[in-house]
C-alpha cells in the first residue's frame, strides 16, 4: 500500500510540474549537443545531459509551483493544482526538488568541469524566475533565460567551452520561449491585473502582447538563419528552420484579432512541434556531413 500511495504522489507531482513539457525545451538541449559534436554525440554525453535537463527542469518547475502555491490558490485557472489543493505536500515538494536539484549538480559534474561551475547559476535564475512577475514584467524574458541554459549547456558538455554558436542558438530559445510564455500569460490577465501581479499582458493588454510575442518569434527566427549562416550549415537546417518558421506563422494566426479560444492548441501543439522539428532537422543535417 505503501508503494501505491508513493506511485500516485509521484504521478501526481510529474503533473503538477508539466513533466510533458518537458519536450520544449529538451529538443534544443540536443540541438546544442548535435552542433557542438558536428555530428551525434557519445551515449555517455546524451545520457547524462538528459539527465541534467530533466533534473534542472524539474526542479524549477517545483519551485515555481511551490513558491506560487498561494498565488495559485487565489486563481480559478491554478486553484486545482496539486499544492493549493492538497494533493501533494509541501514538503514531498521540497523533497522532489532537493533530489532533482541533486540529479542536475551530479550530471554536471559527470559531463566536465565547467558544467558543474555553471550550474549554480542556472539554479539562481530558475529561483529568480518565481518571483519576478511580483516585481518585473520582464518574467517572460528571465524564463526565456532560463531554458536559453539547455542549449548552451549541452554545448559546454561537449565542447567544454562556450563559444558565440552556443550564445545565438540560447537566444534563439530565449526569444522563443518568452514569445510563447506571453501568450501563455494572457490566460490570466484579469488575474494578474487584480492581484498586483506584473507581465506583459498586464502592462500591454491583449493586442500588445501578441504583437510583442510576434517580434520575439521573429527575432528567433533571425537568429536561426544567423546560426544557418554562421556555422555554415546544410540544407536540412534551413529546411527545419522554414518549417519552424512557417508553424510560428501559423500560432499567430490561431491568435489573429486577439482571439484567445485557441491558445491551448497555439501553445502546446505548435511550440511543441517547433522544437521537434529543429532537433531532428539538425539531426539529419549534420548526419548528411
Not at 526542479?59 to 491554478?78: F, S
Not at 501578441?210 to 521573429?218: D, G, L, Q
Not at 532537422?281 to 548526419?287: G, I, K, N, R
Request: aromatic share 12%; with cysteine.
Amino acid at each position: 500500500m505503501a508503494v501505491t500511495g508513493l506511485y500516485k504522489k509521484i504521478i501526481t507531482f510529474l503533473e503538477m510540474i508539466k513533466f510533458s513539457h518537458t519536450i520544449f525545451a529538451l529538443p534544443f538541449a540536443l540541438t546544442g549537443a548535435l552542433l557542438a559534436a558536428g555530428g551525434f554525440p557519445t551515449v555517455h554525453q546524451t545520457f547524462w545531459i538528459i539527465l541534467a535537463m530533466v533534473g534542472a527542469r524539474t526542479a524549477a518547475m517545483a519551485m515555481n509551483r511551490l513558491i506560487d502555491a498561494g498565488i495559485d490558490a487565489r486563481n480559478p485557472r491554478t486553484a486545482t493544482r496539486a499544492i493549493p489543493a492538497g494533493l501533494i505536500t509541501r514538503g514531498l515538494t521540497i523533497s522532489f526538488i532537493i533530489a532533482a536539484t541533486a540529479l542536475m549538480l551530479l550530471s554536471a559534474q559527470m559531463l566536465n568541469p565547467l558544467c558543474l561551475k555553471l550550474a549554480p547559476i542556472a539554479l539562481f535564475f530558475l529561483l529568480l524566475y518565481s518571483y519576478c512577475k511580483r516585481f518585473t514584467a520582464l518574467a517572460h524574458v528571465v524564463l526565456g533565460i532560463c531554458l536559453a541554459a539547455a542549449p548552451i549547456g549541452a554545448w559546454v558538455a561537449i565542447r567544454g567551452t562556450i563559444d558565440p554558436p552556443a550564445l545565438v542558438l540560447g537566444t534563439v530559445v530565449l526569444f522563443w520561449v518568452a514569445g510563447f510564455d506571453i501568450l501563455y500569460a494572457l490566460q490570466d490577465l484579469e488575474f494578474d491585473r487584480e492581484a498586483g501581479l506584473h507581465s506583459i499582458p498586464v502592462l500591454l493588454g491583449v493586442n500588445g502582447s501578441i504583437r510583442t510575442a510576434r517580434i520575439f518569434h521573429t527575432i528567433m527566427v533571425a537568429l536561426l538563419f544567423t546560426l544557418y549562416n554562421f556555422m555554415h550549415l546544410g540544407t536540412f537546417f534551413l529546411l527545419g528552420i522554414l518549417a519552424a518558421a512557417a508553424m510560428l506563422m501559423y500560432e499567430h494566426w490561431l491568435l489573429r484579432n486577439g482571439d484567445l479560444g485557441k491558445l491551448d492548441a497555439a501553445f502546446f501543439n505548435m511550440n511543441g512541434y517547433i522544437s521537434v522539428t529543429i532537433v531532428l532537422f539538425t539531426a539529419a543535417d549534420v548526419l548528411m556531413r
